[in-house]
């Protein structure tokens, strides 16, 4: 959210010229610095909560506000959230997780994060591609509303986009004593868990630095090999994008050519 709020959000609003003096339906940094500041008092269990608080604000701008520069803001910034996210907290979590996932049986329910609509929704796998290794889902109707076309998509799970639930209280991301809601939350050997801000939630002690150094350790050292065991996950991270410029830029000056 830092990196949202104090860079790409400047850049973004730069980029497409809009006027920030004038009133909009909804104010993007209002709205992203009220998330960080829950944030740092604690008040998520998990990082799929606050996706999904981040991912309503884009919500927001979609059904106040189509077709407009505002919109266009906040579809620009959800891209760019998505991959951060990705990068810095879904894939450093899950690595262990999605080397050794398991096709998902039909009839297992699964939490499917639709991006270009900005929202996630319950769904159950009714068929598998075992070559392929994806499922498809298909959307779980309200009652009442059987008239309506259910939402079917092929899927990897688990993926970014796609992850099954262990039992029902999931599917409004309320339990969090779940192994796949645990993106920010840290069990020390004390049974305390805090935050990513540090804070503690209720009944919980606060780990000690080299205890949660060690327990991110074999993720960061699986996804980023230059990873010596010293370095912050966000120095790690920046490293390894520098490092894959020069081969970006050549992919792309070859395409080019």
Request: charged letters at 20%; aromatic letters at 8%.
């Amino acid at each position: 959210l830092d990196e949202l709020i104090v860079r790409q959000l400047p850049l973004a609003v730069s980029s497409l010229q809009f006027n920030t003096s004038d009133e909009h339906a909804v104010s993007i940094q209002t709205e992203l610095e009220t998330i960080k500041s829950n944030i740092q008092k604690g008040q998520f269990a998990n990082s799929y909560l606050v996706h999904c608080e981040v991912v309503a604000i884009w919500r927001q701008c979609m059904d106040k506000a189509p077709q407009t520069l505002l919109y266009s803001l906040a579809c620009m910034l959800a891209q760019i959230f998505d991959e951060l996210y990705f990068k810095s907290v879904y894939l450093p979590l899950h690595v262990t997780a999605l080397q050794v996932a398991k096709p998902s049986e039909p009839g297992t329910r699964v939490r499917v994060y639709n991006a270009p609509e900005h929202k996630w929704w319950i769904g159950t796998v009714t068929e598998h591609d075992t070559k392929q290794h994806m499922s498809l889902v298909t959307q779980e109707l309200a009652e009442g509303a059987e008239k309506e076309e259910p939402l079917q998509v092929w899927v990897s799970i688990p993926s970014f986009y796609a992850e099954a639930l262990e039992n029902d209280t999931e599917a409004d991301g309320s339990s969090s004593d779940s192994k796949s809601l645990k993106l920010f939350t840290y069990n020390s050997t004390a049974g305390g868990r805090v935050n990513t801000a540090g804070v503690p939630l209720a009944g919980s002690t606060l780990p000690d630095a080299e205890a949660l150094k060690e327990w991110l350790a074999q993720p960061l050292a699986t996804l980023y090999p230059g990873y010596k065991g010293k370095e912050t996950a966000m120095s790690i991270l920046n490293s390894f994008i520098k490092d894959k410029q020069p081969d970006a830029l050549k992919a792309n000056s070859d395409k080019a050519k």
